[in-house]
């Protein structure tokens, strides 16, 4: 049976150890204790009833690193001012110690969300940020304990390249990860994600997200990423592309990928992978059965509908619009996959600077912009699931409205000066017969 005495300092210190566990019950405190280890430690507890259960909380060790038995005391009397409350310490510690964390609930997002509910690419881009960035700085974080202090640190580290790495993949491959603002702002989305999940699974409670509010890097600074060609850039690339094609014929098949990205503003994949049998020549549309936002039609306008028509003319009815050279080992034909490379090339003779190709669809979107196509329009042609991501290439016309006002303030200038001549009046519409 255990004692009941008043806990000091000395009277804990000098209980003798046993064969078993001894209990020892302070005098004052109901509840209170300390039990002593046949090895001789000494942790202090706090036993109660809940819901006709008794529950027994270890307070802590006492001795070097520990709790002396005052502080053990003051601990007893805050426990018990909870349980008066109606409050359960030990089950609440209990679930705390349930919660997982991070890297487990980075797994769990994987399985349960990622691969089930986002493209494949997309998911693979998540595991990514998760394998390279994610866990190696949060991993052993509870996922109950990640603040948003914590999640600042966390971009500001993958935006300097704490995690930058370059790994030898086999015998030619290689892994480098570079980090920086771009991924840390990709990262900030996949962990409020992960958390909003969390909420759900009871890892936290619900509103307590810490990754909102947490702000993003702006990633306009340095390069520009939305960069567009202008039209003495589009001259000088085509003028690479008939050069290029003249010096090899095989050159053709790229020439036109990239002809064909640029009239119609598709993404690389949309038009790289293009079958023939996905393509309407009646309606003038390219029907994709999947894409980046899902099954869609990309409108081919004129000079895209007429290339397109000669393409098909060229070949089988299906297969793949652009094929690879060289089938693959076990024969079958996959898609041309030689563009980056050819892009470096036709780019550097262009002199187009880092233009990437995917600059290619920024340019279609300024056209569009500079014609004066609203967002919308540009919203529908690009295939953009929310108009949100349109907004980003509303500032793409810049050149082209510097342009247009300074033929506007030259115009004016010269009203103002006396040569309203060169103001040029509005053309209207010939009224018909009334």
Known sequence: MAERLRLTKSRVEGIQPAARDRLFWD???????VKVTPKGARVYVLQYSRRNHSRRLTIGR????????DQARKQAEILRGIIRSGGDPATDRAHERSIP??????????????????????????RCLIECHITPLLGHHRVCDVTRPDLRRFLNDVASGKTRFDQKTGLRGRRIVRGGKGAANRCL??????????????????????????????????????????????????????????ADPRHCVPANIIRLLLLT??????IVGLRRERIDLERGLVRLSDSKTGPRAIILSAPALQLVTELLQQGPQAGY?????RP????????YGGLKGFWATVSAAAELGDTRIHDLRHTHASVGVAGGASLLIISKILGHSQISMTERYSHLADDPVRAA????GKRIHGALSGRSADVLPMSRPARGPA
């Open 265 to 270: 503003g598709a993404r690389k994949s949309e």
């Open 27 to 33: 005098a004052e405190i109901p509840g209170f204790g």
């Open 328 to 335: 693959a080992r076990r024969g079958e034909i996959r898609p």
């Open 405 to 408: 006002a300074d033929s506007i």
């Open 189 to 246: 989305m996949v962990l409020s994600k992960m958390f909003g999940l969390a909420e759900d699974w009871g890892y936290r409670p619900p509103g307590d997200n810490p990754a909102r509010g947490v702000e993003k890097f702006d990633e306009s600074a340095g390069r520009d990423r939305a960069r567009f060609l202008s039209e003495t850039q589009l001259a000088r690339l085509g003028d690479a592309l008939i050069s290029a094609e003249k």
């Open 101 to 126: 964390t991070m890297r487990a609930l980075a797994e769990r997002y994987m399985t349960e969300h990622a691969w089930p509910k986002k493209k494949p690419r997309s998911a693979d881009g998540d």
């Open 62 to 69: 006492h001795g070097d690193g520990g709790l002396t038995t």
């Open 321 to 325: 619009l652009f094929p690879g050279p």
